[in-house]
């Protein structure tokens, strides 16, 4: 999942045309492999092992409000940042961001894995749809504000590191805890990317032909996640 902020790179080498092409599908894509993940993995996966749908339920609501105060705090957002003056200091908040979203992010992959190998594959192809079009978005953001291609590549790399570390906090923390909560806090966390950050994102357009493919792309992702439970179960 680290390795994934390498993706940045790939803004060097594609005309600008290309990317803003390819971007919005992306997110459109991300989004539907989140809530999808979501709603048909995450959230059945976890209820049935975890026993009290209250309690359940409230986990899913602090994932969710979680990434809420979190976005309020840093003011930023997933994927798409334009129209700032204050390019540079914008930067650092990107990183900062970024790096706590990874944080909890391997905290709540991780936390899958431990509780099934099969949900954890999926909460991870899930996230991973969502980094992609971030990184990208993330690495020409740095460019723009006045950082080095090799310096903006390697704190990318850097803030993404952080992901790893979440991952093995979890892991050691299970050994004492139940780390059962970790299910339904990234749930709330996929749910909360996917409907206030990336969907938004993709319904700004007024193009027919263009909301329609990102319509489509939002349904690959749902389908996505659909031939993921399919094979695994």
Not at 175 to 200: K, M, T
Request: glycine share 10%; with cysteine; charged share 10%.
């Amino acid at each position: 999942m680290s390795g994934i902020a390498l993706v940045g790179a790939v803004t060097l080498v594609l005309k600008q045309e290309t990317l803003d092409k390819i971007i919005l599908p992306l997110v459109a894509l991300a989004a539907g492999s989140l809530i999808g993940g979501a709603f048909l993995h995450m959230i059945p996966a976890g209820l049935s092992s975890y026993g009290n749908a209250t309690t359940f339920c409230l986990w899913i609501l602090l994932g969710f409000t979680v990434f809420f105060i979190l976005e309020q705090f840093l003011h930023w957002h997933h994927c798409h940042r334009e129209g700032a003056d204050d390019k540079q200091p914008l930067t650092y908040l990107i990183l900062i961001g970024d790096g706590l979203h990874n944080f909890i992010g391997g905290l709540a992959v991780a936390g899958t894995f431990l509780i099934d190998i099969r949900l954890g594959i999926m909460t991870w192809l899930a996230a991973a749809a969502h980094e992609i079009p971030q990184e990208l978005g993330d690495f020409g953001v740095l460019i723009h504000g006045g950082w080095k291609k090799s310096r903006a590549l390697v704190f990318n790399v850097l803030s993404a590191l952080t992901f790893l570390l979440g991952g093995i906090i979890a892991y050691v923390a299970s050994f004492r805890l139940n780390v059962d909560f970790l299910v339904p806090f990234a749930a709330g966390n996929f749910i909360y990317i996917g409907a206030s950050d990336l969907v938004p994102e993709v319904n700004k357009q007024s193009e027919i032909k263009t909301n329609i493919i990102h319509f489509l792309a939002f349904t690959a992702g749902l389908l996505l996640m659909s031939l993921i439970k399919f094979i695994f179960e």
